[in-house]
């Protein structure tokens, strides 16, 4: 199947910092791009839809201002965490629609830990 | 997008057969069943997805009732990597930007 990369795969920064994660597609062009937040033993929880050369999309009490979401290309999406926080602690995991497979992949996710 | 409900979790001894149950009693006729697994700090992994016949692919094999009320995820000789949370997702998929909801979805554990 379709693969989806992040970079980092961890990453710990002290509070008030800024994090840029990304999200590539490696062998496919997506226009849509997902960002996810998991909490330990919760589920994934969808955060925002990323799309290519227009604004993002927040699901209802994600604040747009701290996740900066920016997809410049067909096969690349950021996700900056501003001003990061302990709360903001997670694992991000972003996904992308690989329209010809009909399937939604998922990249490995990174784990954010902030001190 | 129709609701699923899964059990929260199952035991499955390795070597058997696991049966994965989700009712999705309000599923539409447009929207598919997915099914995604994700263990223990991955990313969620695509397993197989279905409208209304049966599918079979490497991984599993995906049983539709005929009034498309609940589904079966059969993995028939599960391994202990086989150990997961197993997704249930009933979806539109006909838009590039519709999107993946998560509920909580079954904990399958397969034991020695």
């Known amino acids: 199947g379709a693969v989806v990369s992040q970079h980092p795969s961890w990453v710990i920064c002290k509070s008030g910092t800024s994090v840029k994660i990304e999200c590539r597609s490696l062998?496919?062009?997506?226009?849509?791009m997902f960002w996810y937040r998991q909490f330990p033993k919760q589920s994934l929880m969808l955060m925002a839809t990323?799309?290519?050369?227009?604004?993002?999309?927040?699901e209802q009490g994600v604040e747009k201002d701290k996740f900066l979401i920016n997809h410049a290309s067909l096969t690349l999406s950021t996700l900056t965490v501003t001003s990061a926080h302990p709360e903001d602690s997670s694992f991000y995991i972003c996904?992308?629609?690989?329209?010809?497979?009909?399937?939604?992949?998922f990249g490995p996710g990174t784990r954010l830990t902030v001190l | 997008d129709a609701k699923t409900t899964q059990p929260p979790s199952m035991d499955c001894a390795e070597g058997r057969a696991a049966n994965l149950p989700c009712n999705h009693s309000?599923?539409?006729?447009?929207?598919?069943v997915y099914w995604y697994r994700q263990i223990h700090s991955q990313g969620p992994q695509y397993i197989i997805h279905?409208?209304?016949n049966n599918e079979t692919n490497e991984m599993a094999s995906l049983i539709i009732t005929e009034d498309r009320k609940s589904s079966t995820l059969i993995l028939p000789h599960a391994t202990l990597r086989d150990t997961a949370v197993y997704y249930c997702?009933?979806?539109?998929?006909?838009?590039?930007?519709?999107?993946?909801?998560f509920g909580k979805g079954t904990l399958l554990t397969v034991n020695p």
């Open positions: 996904s992308a629609r690989d329209q010809g497979a009909f399937a939604w992949y």
């Open positions: 062998d496919f062009q997506a226009t849509t």
């Open positions: 990323s799309n290519e050369g227009s604004k993002a999309t927040y």
């Open positions: 309000t599923i539409s006729g447009n929207e598919y």
């Open positions: 279905g409208l209304k």
């Open positions: 997702i009933a979806l539109n998929s006909g838009g590039s930007n519709y999107k993946l909801t």
